[in-house]
């Protein structure tokens, strides 16, 4: 359920108004997320910018450096992309996709976290 996502070319537009509640709370339904739920998550850029210090800038394939917020990082150990909203540790956190860093971070199970991020409760 956790495989990196793929989707080049989508519409950035659409990102940028899909903040706060957007069409999500057309096809709300309690605990259950609609099949095209990822089409609503933030842009990969402004989620990690708000929890990763130190976020640098990203090279040509997206990807930029930070501190790692899943441990006491003393270096920029944690790798995102900001185009397909990926993370890497180099330290051993582990890697994923956005929500999966979400639960990390939040300690939330995958729904949860993926409502949070979905909904703009971040
Ligand atoms: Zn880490």
Do not use: I
């Not at 990102?15 to 997320?33: D, E, H, I, N, Q």
């Not at 990763?52 to 270096?75: E, T, Y």
């Amino acid at each position: 359920m956790k495989q990196a996502r793929k989707t080049p070319g989508r519409d950035r537009g659409q990102y940028s108004k899909a903040g706060g509640l957007g069409m999500w709370g057309v096809y709300r339904r309690p605990g259950k997320l609609p099949s095209d739920w990822r089409r609503w998550l933030p842009s990969p850029e402004r989620y990690y910018r708000a929890r990763v210090d130190r976020l640098g800038k990203p090279n040509g394939k997206g990807w930029a450096q930070g501190r790692c917020p899943l441990h006491d990082d003393s270096h920029e150990s944690l790798s995102v992309n900001f185009q397909h909203g990926g993370w890497r540790c180099f330290a051993g956190c582990g890697c994923g996709d956005m929500v999966s860093f979400h639960e990390r971070l939040t300690g939330k199970g995958f729904a949860e976290a993926a409502r949070d991020l979905v909904e703009g409760r971040q």
